[in-house]
């Protein structure tokens, strides 16, 4: 039985992103409920992080793009992992941000992450902290993923 072509370069990166982007979204809302930001300063520091990330991408952008399918150690490795880890960060900031903004989510290399058009009540957002808006700094639901079309 013949195994399966590789898939390409950016296969692998939306593949990636499916599984990576929820989780980073996860965290950086965990992490801002418990810093207990207010709206604006979470709005501020989602900027800052979707910001670096595409400075990352900029900068190291062609080593995520431009693979011969060849394992990578060291240094070579670390920039992979880097620039990737920093592009998933990036885009779950952004999504979260323009959900904050009262958007659905953000496209991104060719898929859509944020929440979903009308979402279940039992994913309704609830505010936790007796109303300083902290909480509601984040939408509950990032996990979405849909392929653009």
Known sequence: MRQPD??????ELQLFLDFA??????????KLRKWGHSHEQ??????GEAERAGGSLGENGD?????????????????VVRTASE???G???AALLAQMEGKRG?????GFYGSPAEPAQSDQATS????DGADDAVAPDTSVRKRAA
């Open 6 to 11: 590789p898939l390409n370069a950016i296969d």
């Open 87 to 89: 592009l998933a960060r």
């Open 42 to 47: 979470a709005k501020n520091w989602l900027r």
């Open 106 to 110: 953000v496209e991104a290399f060719g």
């Open 128 to 131: 936790r902290d007796g109303g």
């Open 21 to 30: 982007v929820p989780l980073c979204a996860a965290d950086i809302a965990y």
């Open 63 to 79: 080593v995520l793009q431009f693979s011969d399918g060849r394992p990578r150690s060291g240094r070579a490795q670390n920039r």
């Open 91 to 93: 885009v779950a900031a």
